[in-house]
């Protein structure tokens, strides 16, 4: 069974930009043979915060963004239910278990 993935991009002005990142998530999944359910453009911390509250429940086992900066302040309550992958750099972070800290594990590691 493929590891299920959700694709978070936050930007308030959807454009090019965007465009791009939704690209290089859809990119990042199929690369590492994950099924991608879904990406979320969100505009803002309120929107993303009901967008974590669901994730409990939801099966998902890794969270896709282009860069861990689009998560600030976020990715510790990420970790808690699924690892944090990154465009750029490539790599991850692993989700966090037993309450143990990981650090970020780079593509060239896992690859």
């Given amino acids: 069974m493929r590891l299920r993935a959700y694709g978070i991009v936050l930007s ?23 099924h991608l359910c879904a990406i979320s453009v969100v505009g803002s911390d309120a929107d993303l915060s ?16 282009p860069s861990v900066r689009q998560l600030m302040g976020w990715l510790d309550a990420l970790r808690a239910e699924a690892d944090v992958w990154t465009v750029a750099p490539r790599g991850y972070w ?8 990981c ?7 896992v690859n």
């Avoid at 009901?50 to 963004?65: K, Q």
Wanted: charged fraction near 20%; proline fraction near 6%; aromatic fraction near 4%.
């Fill in 12 to 34: 308030d002005e959807p454009g090019l930009r965007t465009d791009a990142d939704v690209g290089a998530i859809r990119t990042l999944a199929r690369r590492n043979g994950m």
């Fill in 50 to 65: 009901l967008l974590l509250a669901s994730f409990p429940s939801s099966g998902i086992g890794a969270v896709l963004v």
């Fill in 94 to 101: 692993p989700r966090r278990s037993s309450g143990k800290a």
């Fill in 103 to 109: 650090s970020f594990i780079s593509a060239s590691a």
